[in-house]
């Protein structure tokens, strides 16, 4: 079974997708028949086009309206077509998933529930066209795995039935921190919407690894042409891969063993106060752990032994750190080795909704999961139940885990 890599080139639109996955050689049949099944076979005409983009060719999926009614539809009809839709579960799910999260990004975003949250151009029929299409497409093709590398986002305006709203729109901000997606920028970013909020919807819903494998082959691939023109390829291409991400996470050591910086100092004449600034400085700039404690020094002073373990790229920086932000006049500082075990960030949907947790991969190969510590408080405090009982109903209905980030 094949891997499928989405490669953003450089940002992502749902029409594109549906291109690049038709050219790939998903069948039109595929792609249209869950659109059949939930009634809105007379609403649209979809057609699938050659094109060029910088010399470069692929496909340009075009949806011509002929919704006569014109319906906005809210997210609680949507769900409510996909419910009596006849579809498979897994297809349902995924439709589910992406369209839940348009709704909650632009409920947050106008101050509404999601339910009553009507979409706009996203309920409009190119839309529906695009999101279902490229589900069904990718449910089709049925990937072990679903990678994408981070896409850009555009600066400047673009007309929405909001009006004019800058780049990227508030509701492409949302998803983005919902989904905590990295995103590539620069200062000469280009004009113009590289990425709108129906393809950051479905990547961050459909792909569950949002860099590219460390190593993998091209079995084929496909293009999907924009309608913006860049002084640049406007283009999405999607892969066909056989990623070695599995074997080469065997072939590691696992635990892994790598160079750490270990730097400490003890300090006798700062307050409590300011000690614990410092302590919190070092967190926040990157320290993988940083313990005090109180200590006896010379004439009897009452100071505190500091100790920060650290990358060993940084070091330098925060060697400068010490003397900015305490009073030492000396570090020590030493280079040691570590073993630590593969691990990895990402969420798994529970009855709590989408929560935050890590994955450590053991030596024999299996797997165990622990939610985020913040995301224990937040639901204890809220279901005003035990820490205990909190984490017990995390571990009994977790699934779908969606992984952040690669074995690292």
């Known amino acids: 079974m094949e891997d499928v890599l989405i490669e953003c080139s450089p940002g992502i639109s749902g029409d594109m997708l549906l291109g690049a996955f038709y050219d790939l050689g998903v069948p039109k049949k595929v792609i249209e028949q869950p659109l059949i099944d939930l009634g809105l076979k007379d609403l649209y005409n979809l057609e699938f086009k050659e094109s060029k983009s910088s010399s470069i060719r692929g496909i340009r999926a075009k949806v011509e309206n002929i919704d006569c009614n014109s319906i906005k539809r809210t997210w609680r009809s949507i769900k409510e077509l996909i419910s009596n839709g006849h579809l498979e579960e897994k297809l349902k799910q995924m439709l589910y998933e992406v369209f839940e999260s348009l709704a909650s990004a632009e409920g947050i975003v106008h101050g509404i529930k999601s339910e009553d949250v009507h979409f706009h151009e996203i309920g409009a029929i190119d839309s529906l066209v695009d999101i279902i299409g490229v589900c069904s497409a990718l449910h089709y093709l049925k990937p072990k795995r679903v990678y994408c590398n981070e896409p850009m986002l555009g600066k400047g305006f673009v007309q929405t039935e909001h009006g004019k709203l800058s780049v990227p729109p508030p509701a492409v901000i949302e998803l983005i921190r919902q989904k905590n997606i990295k995103v590539l920028s620069s200062f000469d970013s280009i004009d113009g919407e590289l990425s709108t909020p129906t393809g950051i919807a479905l990547l961050s819903n459909l792909v569950d690894h949002l860099q590219p494998p460390s190593k993998y082959s091209i079995n084929s691939y496909g293009v999907g042409i924009g309608n913006l023109k860049f002084p640049f390829p406007n283009l999405v291409r999607v892969y066909k891969i056989t990623s070695f991400e599995d074997s080469s996470i065997n072939e590691q050591i696992n635990p892994k063993c790598e160079e750490i910086a270990v730097q400490e100092a003890w300090i006798d004449d700062q307050t409590p106060e300011d000690i614990s600034n410092f302590i919190e400085k070092l967190r926040i700039e990157g320290a993988y752990d940083v313990s005090y404690q109180t200590i006896n020094m010379k004439k009897n002073r009452i100071g505190f032994s500091i100790q920060a373990i650290v990358p060993i790229e940084k070091k330098k920086f925060f060697r400068r750190l010490w003397f900015d932000y305490s009073n030492t006049i000396g570090v020590r500082e030493r280079t040691q080795s570590r073993w630590v075990l593969l691990r990895r960030r990402g ?40 820490t205990e009982e909190i984490r017990k109903t995390i571990k009994d209905s977790s699934k779908n885990f969606k992984a952040f980030e690669n074995w690292k």
């Open 347 to 386: 969420e798994c949907s529970t009855i709590f909704g989408n929560i935050k947790v890590k994955q450590t991969l053991k030596p024999d190969g299996s797997i165990t999961m622990k939610p985020e510590n913040d995301e224990v408080l937040r639901l204890k405090l809220k279901h005003k139940k035990s």
